[in-house]
């Protein structure tokens, strides 16, 4: 089984057959995950570096596990303790460590286009682990995963994706995955958080009434407001955010039917999402933390030279 395309980037380069090998190799990898012996030789004699320029704590953790899983060697490097700190290039830090022998990088960056711009420039598989406001392939993946997991398919399945989107980089990937795969979505939230003509650019509802959007979902896939890549006043405070926005146990218990809460992390307690939905029964959240290790084990090993 091979992928149509040698790095993950971003779901936009996949094909709807790339995503379906990915998910079915994942599957594969969740049942492993449940044996006593939960390691696989699949990755064995390749080596991997984690490159995190961004601070991290379930991709970071969860590409570290899926490689250990696999029985790979893993190098795992912050920018806060290296050279990059003295100056050194981004392709500077990377074909030293590429020197070294190194098959695979991972890679979390604050600028978008970041893995991009390194895959014209070395000859190893990269997988996009976050990059900027741009995409977060493996993210998209991991939360269609478990949609389909609780549902058996994503063809027709209603998504609401919930607040912050003109800057979400999670956004971005679930909505190219989603609309790929057959499924509908609505973006919501305040109108100065979604972007002018997402609707004509990718297909999407476009709804700025949260009650609406939520009675309209099967799955409401919740954002976190990310105060650090505004870099002006886009709502007037995180209170009157929570008030029109925030999803709380009155507002879930309302609604004509029973949904299920998504939120890729971190949470943003009594903001986007109060602790009553974040801990309930119809939240899949750490579910999807879960299935994060058996995604990048597939996507790992379909991008290694071994599965070639
Ligand atoms: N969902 C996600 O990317 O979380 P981290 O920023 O903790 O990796």
Redesign the pocket.
């Known amino acids: 089984m091979q992928l149509s395309t040698k790095h993950l980037l971003g779901i936009r380069d996949l094909t709807r057959e790339d995503i379906q090998t990915i998910l079915t190799t994942a599957s594969q990898f969740k049942e492993v995950l449940q044996r006593p012996v939960k390691k696989v030789p699949s990755l064995r004699d390749i080596t991997i570096v984690n490159l995190f320029f961004e ?6 953790i969860s590409f570290e596990l899926a490689e250990k899983r696999l029985s790979a060697d893993t190098i795992s490097f912050t920018a806060g303790t290296s050279s990059v700190k003295k100056g050194e290039t981004l392709l500077d830090t990377v074909n030293n460590i590429l020197s070294m022998k190194v098959d695979m990088v991972v890679m979390r960056h604050s600028s978008s286009g970041a893995p991009h711009f390194l895959a014209r420039h070395i000859p190893a598989a990269i997988i996009n682990a ?1 990059d900027g406001i741009n995409e ?1 392939p493996t ?1 998209g993946l991991l939360d269609a995963f478990s949609m389909q997991e609780r549902f058996g398919s994503l063809k027709g399945l209603k998504v609401a994706i919930i607040g912050d989107i003109m800057h979400s980089r ?1 956004a971005m990937s679930n909505i190219y995955l989603l609309k790929k795969m057959g499924a509908e979505v609505t973006v919501a939230g305040p109108p100065t958080l979604i972007p002018v003509h997402m609707k004509e650019a990718f297909d999407v509802r476009v709804e700025y009434n949260l009650r609406k959007a939520l009675e309209w979902c099967d799955v409401a896939n919740v954002l976190r407001i990310q105060l650090e890549r505004q870099n002006q006043v886009l709502f007037s405070s995180l209170r009157e955010y929570s008030l029109a926005y925030g999803i709380n146990r009155r507002l879930l218990e309302s609604l004509n039917r029973e949904i299920v809460i998504m939120h ?3 949470i943003n307690r009594g903001v986007e999402l109060d602790s009553d939905v974040a801990d309930s029964g119809q939240s899949i959240i750490l579910q999807q933390v879960e299935n994060g290790v058996a995604v990048r084990m597939a996507a790992l090993y379909l991008l290694s030279p071994q599965a070639s």
């Open positions: 601070n991290s704590t379930r991709t970071r976050g977060h993210q999670v890729p992390g971190p």
